[in-house]
């Protein structure tokens, strides 16, 4: 029998992720785009095998990647640094991380990890002791350290190869801060819902705010950096026109915050787009598999209620020497079956062997049709 061809979709999940199982992945309505995130972090942590390089990498991009530390030198495992921390790395693994700051300062840190998954309410936090000491460390679970770190390096190498537009005066350091609020639990709760919000307003740069608005001066005729829309504009925006454009309400807008605002946008709205993306591969992969799955049961389990007769030609017929099951269907015509079967043993016995043991099934009709899979 042939081995099974892999789907196209694990092979892309593979790739992008080292995921080298299938699991379902449900997501609702409800679901926030932090939860999302977790989601899919999970689903990739549990579809694995994963080694200490593995977590070794993973420490590193989930602290990088989003942000929380500008650059990571290295990580490995410690068995000193347990001692230094105390009570909080108890029965947990410890990885020592050498950092860089954005002006060069280096600083040894520690990565406290929980292979039991029990911290997810610390998952993100960085500590030191009350005396501050000197020491420093974040802790986090296995499954969702390992699933965030993959899931930040793949986000990151997305976003390089997406589309100017995401790009267009974002730096890479700015990106990356903005993935921080999907990967620590402080963001989690409902306070924080409006961390992945954004309004229509958002999506214009500086540069297209400042041509779509135009300034306007306090009730007191003093100036001001508050802008509002032009009615031009709103007229050649129908979109901004139901939202901003209401007959009794102003809507201001600064310059000021405008970059921060319009930051958030992008990485929220490419994140989303992302998510989106990788649910409907996951869920087409499992739909894809499922049918595979179906049809090659239809096509070769045991059929159940096969008469007498045919079980007796399927035990007893000279081609088990060639194949490695045979099935017949209670409709094959078993005299001519019987001219079949030495055609067959002498065509086979002049094809060259193969590795893989073929399996013969033959269903219905005056004239049996047969499939082989090599």
């Known amino acids: 029998m042939a081995e099974e061809v892999e789907n196209p979709l694990t092979t892309l999940l593979k790739k992008r992720y080292g995921i080298t199982r299938r699991s379902s992945l449900t997501i609702t309505d409800k679901d926030t785009p932090f939860s999302t995130f977790r989601k899919v972090a999970a689903y990739i942590y549990r579809n694995g095998d994963w080694s200490e390089s593995d977590q070794t990498q993973a420490i590193k991009d989930y602290l990088e990647l989003s942000g929380m530390e500008h650059k990571v030198l290295s990580v490995k495992r410690t068995s000193i640094g347990a001692s230094k921390i105390g009570s909080a790395a108890s029965g947990k693994d410890v990885f020592e991380v050498q950092t860089q700051s954005s002006n060069n300062k280096l600083q040894t840190q520690y990565f406290v990890l929980d292979e039991d998954n029990k911290s997810w309410n610390h998952q ?3 500590y030191t002791h009350r005396n501050r000491d000197g020491v420093f460390w974040y802790e986090g ?5 390992i699933g965030y770190g993959k899931l930040l390096r793949d986000v990151y190498n997305q ?3 997406s589309p100017y537009k995401y790009h267009d005066g974002v730096e890479l350091d700015d990106f990356k801060e903005q993935l921080e609020r999907f990967v620590r639990h402080d963001y989690s709760g409902e306070k924080w819902n409006f961390s992945f919000q954004t309004e229509l307003a958002d999506s214009l740069s500086v540069k297209e705010m400042e041509k779509a608005t135009e300034p306007v001066s306090d009730p007191y005729g003093r100036k001001s ?10 007229n050649a925006h129908p979109d901004f026109k139901r939202q901003y454009g209401q007959l009794g309400t102003i809507h201001y807008f600064y310059p000021h915050v405008q970059d921060h605002n319009h930051l958030k946008w992008l990485a929220l709205t490419f994140v989303n787009h992302y998510l989106q993306q990788t649910y409907n591969i996951v869920r087409q992969q499992k739909y894809e598999h499922n049918l595979e799955k179906e049809s090659h049961a239809k096509a070769w389990e045991t059929k159940k209620n096969i008469n007498k007769a045919t079980q007796q030609v399927m035990d007893k017929t000279t081609l088990h020497k060639f194949f490695k099951g045979i099935e017949l269907d209670n409709d094959v015509d078993l005299t001519q079956f019987k001219r079949f079967e030495a055609e067959t043993m002498r065509l086979m016995a002049r094809l060259p062997k193969t590795k893989n043991v073929p399996i013969l099934l033959m269903i219905g009709g005056r004239k049996p049709v047969t499939l082989v899979m090599g």
């Open 124 to 126: 993100g936090n960085r």
């Open 141 to 145: 679970n296995l499954n969702y350290t």
């Open 159 to 161: 976003w390089l190869r």
């Open 225 to 234: 950096d508050q802008r509002v829309f032009t009615q031009e504009f709103l």
